[in-house]
C-alpha cells in the first residue's frame, strides 16, 4: 500500500491528501451533493470538523488558480469489545475527478489514520448497485459480510464490507 503524506502528494500526479478545515466545507457539500442521491446535510460534515479521519485530497491545475477539492472521506472508530472498530463513513470523488485515484490516496491515508488508533478492522457500507465503489473496496482488501436491506432512504441496500488491518 502506498503512503500518501498528509501534507503533500508522494508522487507527481497524485492528489495531495490532508486534513479538512472549515474553508473545505462549501466544496466538500457540494461534491456530496454531486455524489449521492440523498446527501448529508452540510451540518453533519460540519460536525466531524477537527476529527482526524476528516479528510480531503486536492488536485492543483496548469492554469495556476488555487488547488480545487477533488474528493474526501469521513473516517472514524467506535469502541468494540476492547479493539477500536474502524468505519469509513463518507467517501466521495467530485465527478470531474473520478477513475484518476483521488479515491484510492483518499482511502489509503483514512486505513492508515484508523491504524493508527490500534483498530483491527475497518468496516464500511456501499450501495449494493455501486460497482466502481464496490471494485475499489475489494481491491483494498474489504471483503462484503453482510447485506442490510433497506438501508438506503431509497429503499436499497447497502452491502457491508471489512477489512483486517
Do not use: C
Not at 472498530?85 to 491515508?109: M, N
Amino acid at each position: 500500500m502506498t503512503t500518501v503524506a498528509p501534507d503533500g502528494p508522494e508522487t507527481p500526479g497524485t492528489p495531495a491528501v490532508r486534513r479538512a478545515v472549515r474553508a473545505d466545507l462549501i466544496e466538500v457539500h457540494r461534491v456530496e451533493q454531486a455524489s449521492f442521491p440523498q446527501p448529508w446535510p452540510f451540518s453533519a460534515l460540519e460536525s466531524y470538523l477537527g476529527e482526524p479521519g476528516f479528510l480531503v485530497a486536492e488536485t492543483g491545475n496548469d492554469d495556476g488558480d488555487p488547488p480545487a477539492v477533488a474528493g474526501y472521506v469521513i473516517a472514524d472508530t467506535v469502541p468494540n469489545h476492547g479493539t477500536p472498530l474502524g468505519h469509513i463513513k463518507d467517501l466521495a470523488v467530485r465527478p470531474a475527478y473520478r477513475r484518476q485515484g483521488v479515491a484510492s490516496a483518499l482511502l489509503t491515508r483514512a486505513l492508515e489514520v484508523i491504524g493508527e488508533t490500534g483498530a483491527g478492522s475497518v468496516k464500511l457500507e456501499v450501495r449494493a448497485d455501486n460497482d466502481g465503489a464496490r471494485k475499489l473496496y475489494r481491491r483494498f482488501g474489504f471483503e462484503h459480510r453482510k447485506t442490510i436491506p433497506n438501508y438506503y432512504s431509497n429503499g436499497e441496500d447497502a452491502l457491508v464490507m471489512v477489512r483486517l488491518l
